[in-house]
């Protein structure tokens, strides 16, 4: 297994969408988008949520992957336990968190 990485596309989502808040907050601090500042700023702002939390949990799982798996590896085959919890993470973690692309960004 690689090392685990912490960056991926969704903090990079997170980070221009905060950038988006903060500018139409300016932009409504200074009276050029009057009423309709307020609207996209509180929808960017759910956005710059919404991805932070989408990334945390990708990059959390992603180290789950990378850290986790190969110590219960180890820990299955020093002690011959059945196989069955870790296939059945394996098939969980396969589900629910794709394998990285080859054009990612690595931390």
């Avoid at 500042?37 to 949520?49: D, K, N, R």
């Avoid at 992603?62 to 219960?72: A, K, N, S, T, Y």
Wanted: glycine share 8%; net charge positive; aromatic share 8%.
């Amino acid at each position: 297994m690689g090392k685990a990485r912490y960056w991926n596309v969704w903090w990079t989502l997170t980070v221009i969408s905060a950038a988006l808040t903060i500018g139409v907050a300016i932009l409504e601090a200074l009276g050029v988008f009057r009423d309709l500042g307020i609207v996209v700023s509180v929808g960017a702002l759910a956005l710059t949520v919404l991805f932070g939390l989408t990334a945390s949990t990708r990059s959390s799982l992603g180290e789950f992957r990378g850290e986790v798996i190969p110590r219960l590896d180890q820990t299955i085959a020093l002690h011959g336990r059945s196989l069955a919890l870790h296939e059945r993470t394996l098939a969980l973690l396969d589900e629910r968190l794709p394998r990285p692309a080859a054009f990612c960004l690595r931390a």
